[in-house]
């Protein structure tokens, strides 16, 4: 069963930094793309990065480019989020996604807040 843990999140000072975790389990990590998403408050789930299974390919939202970094351990079944300058509108809730074989799973998420 494909199980998705994401770890990290905090509170953090706007222009701080936060790396995020998602630990996976139950499917061939190394061979699946994984993406993060966030989801704010009243709004809907935003697509923020995607990489490879290889991690040869990423690609990001254009909120995010060049501030957040995606990339994964294939040793260590992990992919990361490393977020730079973070501002007041990136406070959400983070979740790892990954599609294996038709299946759309999630994690539970890690709650990020920026605030001074």
């Known amino acids: 069963q494909v199980r998705l843990v994401e770890s990290g999140g905090g509170l953090v000072q706007p222009g701080g930094s936060l790396r995020l975790s998602c630990v996976a389990s139950?499917?061939?990590?190394?061979?699946?793309?994984m993406r993060w998403y966030r989801q704010a408050p009243g709004k809907e789930r935003e697509f923020l990065a995607r990489?490879?299974?290889?991690?040869?390919?990423?690609n990001y939202a254009g909120s995010v480019r060049g501030r957040f970094t995606i990339s994964r351990d294939n040793a260590k079944n992990t992919v990361y989020l490393q977020m730079n300058s973070l501002k007041s509108e990136d406070a959400a809730v983070y979740y790892c996604?990954?599609?294996?074989?038709?299946?759309?799973?999630w994690g539970q998420g890690t709650q990020v807040t920026v605030s001074s």
């Open positions: 996604n990954v599609d294996v074989l038709g299946t759309n799973a």
């Open positions: 139950g499917f061939t990590f190394s061979i699946y793309d």
């Open positions: 990489i490879t299974g290889y991690g040869d390919s990423t």
